[in-house]
Every structure is written in C-alpha cells, then in structure tokens.
C-alpha cells in the first residue's frame, strides 16, 4: 500500500501560473524525495529535502518538509508546458536507527500546464 | 539519460510463461532496486541489492526472483505469470543502501501478459 499522499490527484493550470502539491507521509523517515514522470517514462529525481532541513530550492523549484506535520509540498514557480507530468513524493524510512533504502511513493498529481 | 538501461523495453507474453528483465545501474553505483508500477497498485517497491547481496524485501511475489551479478548487473525473473502481472517494472539504482542518497531509474519495461 502507498504510504504516501497527495493532493491534488490532479492540477491543471496555465503557463506562467504557479502550482503547489502536496504530500503526507506516515513513518519516521531519513529524507523526502520528489520525483517526475513524463507519460510511460522512467522517474526523474528532482529534489531531496533531509529530516532536519524545512526547506530547499532548486531553480523554479521549492520543497518544504514539516516533520511534525509528515507533510511536504512542492512548488514550480512561473510554470512551462514542458512542466506536464506527474509528480511523485517518495520517503527514505528511518526506523530503529536504522535508514532504509528503499522508497515509498505517494500516488502522485498529474500536472497539465496549458500554453 | 539517468545512465540506468533496463532491457528489453517492452515485452508482451502469456500467462503462465517465465521473463527475465535485465538492468544494468549507473557507473559506480552500488545499490539496485526493482519497482513495480501499475495502475491500482501505484509504484511499489520489489527489492533491493547492494553490492551483490539482497539487502531488502518488498511486496515481491514468491514467483519473482531477483539476483545482482558481481558486476552489479541485475535480473528480475517473474514465472507463472498471470494477467495481474501486467505492469511497468522500473530498475534504479543509487551510490549508498540505505535511502540517503536519490535513486536513478530506468526508463522501464513495460510487461502485457496476454
């Protein structure tokens, strides 16, 4: 089962617009990750935020982390049509001092950025 | 390009029959993970090597194998396949085991069982 998510399961907005998603999460966890996925393609890492960063920037891109909350959001600022994809949270668990590997992917929202 | 390739990309079979996808990671990493994406299960993780040995377990059926090679190469095997394996399964792989650094993906193999 998905530990995370999201919200909006889907986004529609128009180019220059920013769009905001959302993620929870349930466990302790090492770091958040988010992720793209153009249509029938492969996952394209886009940030990492760690369990004791609030927040991270990358070009238009903007992660915060509210541990207390397990919650997360995305922002892409002055958006593009080449923008169009879904968007995935993913957590690294940190159980019993332990960190693991593998991720846990939220269900994902289907950015569109219309021209 | 993640520098992941995953092979073949797409593979169509019948049910009952064995398939043998093949991953080869990122020049120097480590750490090979098999995910599973479908459309109401989501992305779900499989399993994970780390330098030849398995290091995790997923929700990965008794009728799916996996092994890494020493070098670092991996195969997912699925036998007896039935149509709910249809499915896009995904290889990533990442310098350290233990989450802390991004994984890298494949582009995918898309499996449709007949």
């Known amino acids: 089962s998905q530990q995370g998510e999201e919200d909006p399961q889907a986004l529609s907005i128009q180019e220059g617009e920013n769009a905001t998603m959302n993620c929870s999460y349930k466990t302790s966890i090492n770091n958040l990750q988010w992720y793209r996925q153009n249509s029938g393609r492969g996952l394209v890492h886009l940030i990492l935020i760690r369990s004791n960063e609030r927040e991270k920037h990358s070009g238009r891109l903007r992660v915060t982390l509210d541990t207390s909350k397990k919650s997360s959001s995305l922002l892409i600022t002055a958006s593009r049509a080449a923008d169009t994809a879904s968007y995935f949270c993913?957590?690294?668990?940190?159980?019993?001092?332990?960190?693991?590997?593998?991720?846990?992917f939220g269900q994902g929202t289907i950015l569109t950025v219309h021209p | 390009d993640s520098g992941v390739t995953q092979t073949p990309k797409h593979l169509i079979t019948a049910t009952g029959q064995r398939v043998t996808l093949r991953c080869s990671p990122r020049s120097g990493d480590l750490s090979v993970y098999w995910y599973q994406q479908s459309l109401d299960q989501g992305l779900q993780f499989l399993i994970q090597y780390y330098n030849g040995e398995e290091r995790a377990k997923g929700n990965i059926l008794e009728r799916f194998s996996a092994q890494q090679f020493p070098d670092l190469h991996s195969e997912l095997n699925l036998s007896s396949l039935e149509l709910g394996d249809s499915a896009l399964y995904f290889c990533?792989?990442?310098?350290?085991?233990?989450?802390?650094?991004?994984?890298?993906f494949g582009d995918g193999t898309r499996l449709s069982i007949l």
């Open positions: 990533a792989s990442s310098l350290d085991g233990q989450g802390r650094q991004p994984q890298h």
């Open positions: 993913a957590t690294a668990a940190f159980v019993g001092g332990t960190s693991y590997g593998k991720l846990t």
